[in-house]
Every structure is written in structure tokens, then in C-alpha cells.
């Protein structure tokens, strides 16, 4: 596990994004897997700029999302296929045909998730995935005591989660307590995987992820297993670390 230690957020941004433009650029059809939450925003910002300016394109690109809620409709303000509508796939060249979002509004959730299986692999498998963490060390929505064999499944939030992403949901606003997320499993087949964190709230999970035990607690200590992973964060997220 390679961890790299940058002074603040924007530097974290920027080195990531540096990752997935240069990924980009040696496999101009890269299968991406991508994240939502307030981390990648600034990522996705400097990917918007680098299309901008030329530096890559995502015309060949397809992408799989880690999660999405379940029970909203892809048109909810809160869902995650809007989010990345709104902050990345509405302003670069990326067929959105070839983006994935769980199908949090599917009929049969059960078979959607062995459907999105079924199509990462078909896809030839996830060549570069960005991660975020929970505070409770959780990945995708990959909660403490998931099973570090876990594949796409339908998955409780835990109260911890939830109370963090109600910043994201107005008071009256339905908020889902249920997810379609990647597992474990699936996110350890990528090929590489680049996580990113900041902020002090994120430095004990980091330091669970890097120096604790390959535990279920901590879901990101399962990135221990991976040969090709690189943990980009900030000075406060790495300040717990010994
Ligand atoms: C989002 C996701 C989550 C977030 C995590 C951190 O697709 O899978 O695991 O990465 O909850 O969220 P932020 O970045 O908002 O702190």
C-alpha cells in the first residue's frame, strides 16, 4: 500500500486527478469505477479542467459507480447517477451509454446487482477505482462487518452513515436507509485502486486502513490485500498515522 502525503485537500485533487488523466491517457478506453461524496468533487473538477484544456479525453471511457441509494428514481437531486451528472459525465466527452450506476429504482434490486456483476465483468473487469472513506472505515457503502468476500448487494446503511450524509438531504427530504453497493470483493478485483482522504474526521479510519488489523470493522483495511493501491490524503487525514 503505497500512502501519499500532500499539505491540503486541493493537492490531494490535483495528484489524484494526475492518476486518472495519465490512466486515461496509456488506455484511452479504460473502464473506470468512481465515487460520489464531497471528496471526488475537486477531482472531478480538475478532470473537467484537463478535458477542458485538451489533456485527456473520456470519449472512449466507460465507468461503474461504487453505489447508489436504494429507492430513489436517477432523476432524484440525491441520487448518485445525478451526482455524477452534475459534477462530472454533463461536462466531458464520456459516452454516457457507458456510464454505470447501480439501479437504485430497479424492480428486482436482487437481480440488478448480479446484473452490474455480470456487466463489470463483460467490461473485461475495473482497470483504475476511486475510492472515498467513511469515518467508520467503510468503502462503497461497504459498512463495518461486511464481509471482505462481499460482491454487489443490496446493504443497510448504518446510523453512523446516515447521519453523515443527512448534510446532503433537506429536513423533510426522504432519506434512504438502503443501498446497492459494490463489495468488498468486487472493489479488490480492480486493478488499481487510488483512495483519496482529507480532513482530520477521516484520520482514524486512515489509520485503521493503513496500520490497524485486516479487520471487517475497518472495511478499508482490506485494501492491505491489494498489490496496487495508492491512499492520496492530506496532512490532517494522515495525522493519526505513527
Ligand atoms: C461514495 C461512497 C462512500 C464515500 C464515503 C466518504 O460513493 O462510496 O464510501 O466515499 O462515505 O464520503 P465523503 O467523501 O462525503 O466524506
Request: charged fraction near 20%.
Amino acid at each position: 500500500m503505497k500512502v501519499v502525503i500532500l499539505k491540503d485537500a486541493a493537492a490531494v485533487a490535483r495528484y489524484g486527478a494526475d492518476i486518472f488523466i495519465n490512466h486515461i491517457n496509456q488506455k484511452r478506453d479504460s473502464v473506470l469505477g468512481l465515487a460520489t461524496g464531497s471528496t471526488p468533487v475537486a477531482l472531478y473538477k480538475e478532470l473537467i479542467a484537463a478535458y477542458e484544456t485538451g489533456r485527456v479525453s473520456f470519449k472512449n471511457v466507460s465507468s461503474f459507480n461504487l453505489d447508489e441509494y436504494l429507492g430513489l428514481p436517477s432523476t432524484h437531486p440525491q441520487s448518485y447517477r445525478y451526482f455524477m451528472k452534475q459534477q462530472l459525465f454533463d461536462h466531458v466527452d464520456i459516452d454516457k451509454t457507458q456510464t454505470h450506476v447501480p439501479a437504485g429504482d430497479a424492480e428486482d434490486p436482487f437481480a440488478a446487482c448480479e446484473a452490474y456483476e455480470k456487466n463489470i465483468k463483460q467490461k473485461g473487469g475495473i482497470d483504475i477505482q476511486l475510492l472515498g472513506i467513511g469515518r467508520n472505515g467503510h468503502i462503497g457503502f461497504n459498512e463495518p462487518s461486511s464481509s471482505l468476500k462481499s460482491r454487489t448487494r443490496v446493504k443497510t446503511l448504518t446510523r453512523a452513515t446516515i447521519d453523515d450524509n443527512a448534510r446532503f438531504f433537506g429536513p423533510d427530504e426522504y432519506q434512504p436507509h438502503l443501498s446497492i453497493t459494490m463489495g468488498i470483493g468486487t472493489i479488490l478485483e480492480s486493478k488499481k485502486v487510488v483512495l483519496l482522504a482529507t480532513g482530520e474526521n477521516k484520520a482514524e479510519a486512515i489509520k485503521a486502513t493503513v496500520e490497524g488489523p485486516l479487520t471487517a470493522a475497518c472495511p478499508a483495511s482490506a485494501l492491505q490485500l491489494h498489490e496496487q493501491v495508492v491512499l492520496v490524503i492530506d496532512e490532517a487525514a494522515a495525522s493519526h498515522l505513527s
